[in-house]
């Protein structure tokens, strides 16, 4: 006869080799991403300025991001994209707009915007430099926003923000 223990064991084993369950203060930063991409996910590396889409294992599109920058003056912090393993729990369309910035206003354009988080989202936008420049966000281009919208990230979507 199985204990319980044994069958908790099981189970919680079972959801991390499937990429259902992690989190950073159990498994510390990782390195690498590997075999979490079954199934779709979204991969942004704010070092390369760069996101993969990936479905079951193999790269079906890429392109140019920007991330958080390292310091916002208008809030006097980092706006570094936080690093780990999310997934997509909300979605809006093309007059998706933040109610956070500009900072007491609000009202910034985010097309097509994807969030993995209270605060984070990937959206469109027609500034996407080759350094990382949002207050968190990961920019990417209106049009490649509107395909991942349409075709790629639904609500569960895997999103992997990589280490700065």
Not at 52 to 81: E, K, L, N, Q, W
Not at 85 to 95: D, E, L, R, W
Request: net charge positive; glycine share 10%.
């Amino acid at each position: 006869m199985k204990t319980p223990t044994y069958t908790l064991t099981f189970i919680i084993a079972l959801l991390f080799l499937m990429g259902l369950f992690y989190t950073e203060a159990a498994f510390g930063q990782m390195k690498s991403y590997p075999t979490l991409l079954a199934s779709n996910s979204f991969v942004f590396n704010p070092r390369t300025h760069s996101w993969t889409a990936i479905s079951d294992g193999r790269v079906i599109r890429h392109g140019r991001a920007s991330g958080g920058r390292h310091y916002c003056p208008d809030i006097g912090r980092s706006c570094r994209t936080p690093s780990g393993v999310y997934s997509v729990i909300q979605k809006g369309g093309a007059g998706c707009r933040s109610s956070r910035y500009p900072v007491g206003e609000g009202g910034a354009p985010m097309p097509y915007c994807m969030f993995f988080s209270k605060y984070y989202a990937v959206h469109g936008s027609p500034d996407v430099p080759n350094y990382n420049a949002s207050h968190g966000c990961v920019r990417v281009r209106p049009s490649d926003a509107h395909w991942l919208h349409q075709n790629f990230m639904h609500v569960g979507t895997k999103v992997v923000i990589k280490p700065y």
